[in-house]
Every structure is written in C-alpha cells, then in structure tokens.
C-alpha cells in the first residue's frame, strides 16, 4: 500500500492527470478480440499490428517477472482550437509530440520509484510497443472502451494520452468501472466514414486518421473522396460529438501549448507552405510523422 500511494502521489507530481494499477496477467479475452479483427483486415496497411501478438497479450513476455501494469493518462485538451474554415488537425497534435514529453517522464518515474522502493525492474511505454494501453486502463479503473473505441473517463472524457508502465513488484489493484455509454449512438452516426462498424469496434482501414497518417506512401483511394469533412490529419469528430467531453477541461502543460502556425494558418498558408517551412515549424510536431509529402497528399486530396 505505502508502494502504491508513493507512485500514485508521484504521478500528479509529473503531470499525469490519473494512475491506475492492474494486475500483470494474460488479457485472453483481448486476444480473441484482436485475433478476429486481424483476421477481418482492419488494421488495413498497418503491418506492425500483426507483430509481437503475444507480447501484446501477456505484459509479462515484455518484462520479465511483471507483477503490475501502471497506466497514466495525460491530458491534452486544448485551451483554444483551429480557426474555422482551415483543413483540421487532430487536437493531439496540436504541440509538441507526446512521445517525446511523455518518454521523458515514464523515465523519471522509473527511476524515482527505484530511489524510493528499491531495485525495481520495469520499462515504460507510450504508444510505442506491442501494449493494449486501452485494455489496461480500462482494467486499472480509469474508464471505459466507449462504441468509439477510446477510453473514457466518468469525469472527464476521452482527450488524453495513455502511457503504460509495467513492473515486476506487486502493488494495490483497482477495480475496473462500469460501461455508462447507454444507449448513446452519437459517435457511430457521427463517423464521417463509417468506420465505427459496430460499438467499440473501428475499422482502422477506412478511418479518416489511418488515411491521413498511417497510410505510407500511398495515394488516399478515390472513393473516399467528399468523405473527410476537412480533416487533413487525424480526425477527432467521435470525441467531439461524444457527450462525457463535456466535463474537458483544458490542459496545463507548456509542452503541449499549440503551434502558433496550427491555430492561425489559414488555406492559403497551408497551400504555399514550403517543405523547408514545414521541416522547421513542425519539427518538434506529432505532424511530421506523415511528411511533407504526406500532408500535402492530405491537402490536395481534401481540394479535389
């Protein structure tokens, strides 16, 4: 207990907005949720998601000795948004890139829990390996997987980066909370492409922010055309039409402040940015994960 309080104390104090704890142990019903979805060809051109399938399922296969799952979400709602009329970006990219902010911190953690309790052994994890982030914090007590697909938090929404820390030393678990969607639709009738298929499920291979991001080298299939409602990266219209957003309050942290160019940047500006532009501005951005060339593919898609 003393272990626990130490490391949830610690989180606040690091800026994550909650922690919950979960027991390390094999997420079978996960397996065969993911198995019948790759089996279906929803990850589309996404690969890597067939890779590590049971390091994804059994956190102990990715530290050895796993006794508990930490999972920490990280607010990044905004204070202000885009201007209206501009192609839209997903409100995570707003700053700098959460892998960089959050990694730092999941470090700091680790090695201020090894100061404290002892030689801790763990590894932490921000979107980067073969973890059901979503699955743990729903298992942590944080929230539920709403018919988006995105945890949501009772009191405050689903506007928040996931991290996940897994450790070999046993702590307090918390209890998983209920499902409060109801019988609320409004994010599958809201899916400019409907990739919600079904509740909680998302077809990854017609999502707006896979064609925007994830598809590599490609050009966006014209039958998606008139479909996009403006996105150019990422897409956030499920969070935005989902009613527990409304308890979002904007975030706090100095490395998420949005780039001046994001808010104020209109068509015309993003239509002669030049790639030498876009290396410098967005260097630090989550945006330069799809290229220059894949933002103006995004861009020239949108105008067509």
């Known amino acids: 207990m003393t272990h626990t ?25 996960d397996a065969r949720r993911l198995e019948s979805w790759l089996g279906k060809g929803m990850h589309g051109s996404m ?13 102990r296969k990715l530290v050895e000795g796993a006794q508990s799952v930490i999972t920490l979400l990280f ?12 192609p839209k970006i997903s409100k995570y990219a707003y700053g700098k890139d959460y892998h960089e902010v959050i990694r730092a911190r999941l470090k700091t953690m680790l090695l201020r829990m090894q100061e404290h309790i002892g030689p801790v052994q763990g590894r932490g994890f921000v979107d980067s390996a073969p973890v059901l982030e979503r699955s743990w914090a729903q298992r942590s007590g944080l929230g539920w997987i709403g018919k988006n697909g995105n945890l949501i938090h ?4 689903s506007f928040f980066f996931i991290a996940t820390l897994i450790t070999d030393i046993p702590l307090e678990y918390d209890s998983p909370v209920g499902d409060y969607c109801g019988s609320c639709t409004r994010c599958l009738d809201a899916c400019p492409t409907g990739a919600l298929v079904a509740p909680g499920v998302v077809d990854g291979s017609r999502c707006i922010s896979y064609f925007t991001i994830e598809l590599k080298d490609q050009l966006i299939p014209e039958k998606m055309k008139g479909q996009f409602d403006n996105w ?3 897409c956030d219209t499920c969070q935005d039409v989902c009613p527990w957003n409304r308890f979002a309050k904007a975030h706090q942290e100095a490395e998420f402040t949005p780039i001046p160019e994001i808010l104020n940047f209109t068509t015309k500006d993003w239509e002669e940015l030049s790639e030498e532009a876009f290396k410098h501005i967005f260097r630090h951005s989550p945006l330069k994960r799809s290229k220059y060339a894949g933002i103006r593919r995004n861009l020239d898609f949108l105008q067509q």
């Open 75 to 86: 607010n990044y709602f905004p204070s202000e948004q885009q201007r209206a009329d501009v």
């Open 154 to 157: 009772k009191q405050a929404g």
């Open 47 to 59: 690969q890597y998601m067939e890779n590590h399938f049971d390091k994804r399922i059994d956190p």
């Open 5 to 29: 309080t130490f490391i949830k104390a610690l989180a606040r104090e690091l800026g994550f907005d909650h922690c919950g704890i979960a027991r390390a142990v094999q997420l079978d019903e």
């Open 232 to 234: 150019m990266f990422g």
